[in-house]
């Protein structure tokens, strides 16, 4: 029997770059795993969407699917889009069983990848010297999302035995900016921003807009296809796949 297929599933954005990111790290994703079918889907902005993916695959004969939503917060397209399309897909084809597996979220390995991202801005503006981070992620209109935000920009700064502050993009305060200045009225100069997008785009531009504004010396580069944020993929794919068996 057929593994379950796996598709990720992203929100999607009108920015190109950010359907040629996620297609990048899902081709992380194919290549750890060969054996498995693997696609990208988008609930909205960018194609395919995620009907016409779970069309194809169960023309292709999959019955089926673990979903895995490419998302760092539970907030609103987690508890709310995810569950729909899902229904909905169920609903238009008898017999199929659709898995979603809890969201990518803030994994610690994630913090590896932030560290290479920053690393690479660090060099490529040739900056030595560092004294407060910043943590730019979306933002949300749900508070436990944006303290899963914090909880994981204290995990990191204490790594680096620096101090940090979440930042948002949007809906939450601070902005990006705002914490810079906040950093810089201090009396700290040399405070670097790490971008906690999944991929580039509108949020991510103007976060990066606004630091730069503020004095922020680097803004690294989203987490975009690396493979430790493959490997958390496959590793919600994996639990999911196992509630797909009947007890």
């Known amino acids: 029997m057929a593994a379950p297929a796996l598709v990720a599933l992203a929100h999607g954005s009108r920015d190109p770059r950010s359907a040629a990111t996620i297609k990048a790290l899902v081709a992380e994703v194919k290549a750890l795993r060969p054996d498995l079918r693997v696609e990208t889907a988008f609930l909205d902005l960018a194609k395919p969407s995620f009907d016409t993916v779970v069309d194809r695959l169960v023309k292709a004969g999959f019955d089926e699917i673990v979903v895995v939503p490419l998302l760092l917060t539970e907030a609103y397209h987690a508890k709310v889009d995810v569950p729909e399309v899902i229904a909905a897909a169920m609903a238009r084809h008898e017999g ?13 390995a994630f913090l590896e990848v932030l560290d290479v991202r920053l690393r690479d801005a660090l060099k490529a503006a040739r900056v030595r ?3 407060a981070l910043v943590l730019a992620a979306a933002g949300s209109s749900d508070p436990l999302a944006n303290q899963s935000v914090a909880r994981i920009a204290r995990t990191w700064g204490a790594r680096h035995k620096l101090p940090v502050t979440a930042a948002f993009a949007s809906a939450a305060p601070p902005a990006t900016g705002e914490a810079v200045r906040a950093f810089r009225a ?17 949020l991510p531009d103007r976060a990066t807009e606004l630091a730069f504004e503020a004095g922020a010396v680097v803004v690294s580069d989203p987490l975009g296809a690396h493979p430790a944020v493959a490997r958390a993929i496959l590793a919600r794919y994996a639990v999911g796949a196992v509630e797909l068996v009947p007890v």
């Not at 199929?96 to 610690?108: N, T, V």
């Not at 201090?186 to 509108?202: C, D, N, T, W, Y």
């Open 96 to 108: 199929l069983k659709i898995q979603a597996s809890r969201i990518l979220g803030m994994e610690s």
């Open 129 to 131: 010297e560092l004294d």
């Open 186 to 202: 201090e009396g700290k100069r040399h405070i670097a921003v790490a971008s906690f997008f999944l991929a580039p785009g509108r």
